[in-house]
């Protein structure tokens, strides 16, 4: 069964990190390019990074860009987000996917894990 | 990079009912990159559509997708009660974007 398990969420102040992990099962992880994708209380859904399967190529939503590293083990099946200078309009349910077929992007997202809830606030 | 925009922001529609749902892009995107995703409450997004017109792996027939250049459809051709939910689109050439997201409620 292909599974993505994210985890790492809580409450963080603003300007403080955050590590978020998300753990696969059931595929190669080093088969696919793997995306992470936020949605905001009751908002819509948003793209926040990607990297390739190797880990060669990574890229950002303009929103998240010099703050969030998107990184990966291909070893321990683990991908992880890198959340640095947390703001409020960072509060989101946080969800790995996992493309089709890709081993980059231009692919649709055919499993998601159920989501890691991440609250900046003071 | 194209912004996508889904029109009605909310459908209410009874059981047995046909629902069209629009999305328009704001540039000229490839119909080989359009999807449809569907999220009930409280779940995380199923994908149902790829490639504008190609259901993914175990979604019913009653789902479809139609489209090309800017304007792009969901078509449910008559409506389960599992198939209330919200519905999105996503343009994913190049940096992935949704669109707003189009919920379809129980009249």
């Known amino acids: 069964q292909v599974l993505l398990v994210e985890s790492g969420g809580g409450v963080v102040q603003p300007g403080r990190s955050q590590r978020l992990s998300c753990a696969a099962s059931?595929?190669?992880?080093?088969?696919?390019?793997m995306h992470w994708v936020r949605q905001a209380p009751g908002k819509g859904l948003e793209w926040v990074a990607v990297?390739?399967?190797?880990?060669?190529?990574?890229y950002y939503a303009d929103s998240v860009k010099g703050r969030f590293t998107i990184s990966r083990d291909n070893s321990k099946n683990t991908l992880y987000l890198q959340m640095n200078s947390l703001r409020a309009e960072d509060t989101a349910l946080y969800y790995c996917?996992?493309?089709?077929?890709?081993?980059?992007?231009?692919?649709?997202?055919?499993?998601w894990g159920q989501g890691t809830m991440v609250i900046v606030s003071s | 990079e194209s912004v996508l925009t889904q029109s009605p922001g909310t459908l209410s529609l009874s059981p047995g009912e046909r629902a069209t749902v629009s999305c328009r892009a704001s540039?000229?995107?490839?119909?080989?990159?359009l999807a449809w995703y569907q999220q009930r409450p409280g779940q995380a997004p199923r994908l149902l559509i790829y490639?504008?017109?190609n259901r993914a792996t175990g979604i019913p027939d009653r789902f479809s997708g139609s489209g090309s250049g800017t304007d792009f459809t969901l078509t449910i051709s008559r409506l389960e009660p599992e198939d209330f939910a919200v519905y999105y689109c996503?343009?994913?050439?190049?940096?992935?974007?949704f669109g707003q997201g189009t919920k379809v409620e129980i009249k």
């Open positions: 059931g595929f190669t992880l080093s088969d696919y390019g």
């Open positions: 996917a996992r493309p089709q077929y890709s081993s980059g992007w231009n692919d649709a997202f055919d499993t």
């Open positions: 490639g504008t017109s």
């Open positions: 990297i390739w399967y190797d880990g060669t190529n990574k």
């Open positions: 996503q343009h994913y050439g190049g940096s992935p974007t």
């Open positions: 540039q000229s995107v490839s119909s080989s990159y």
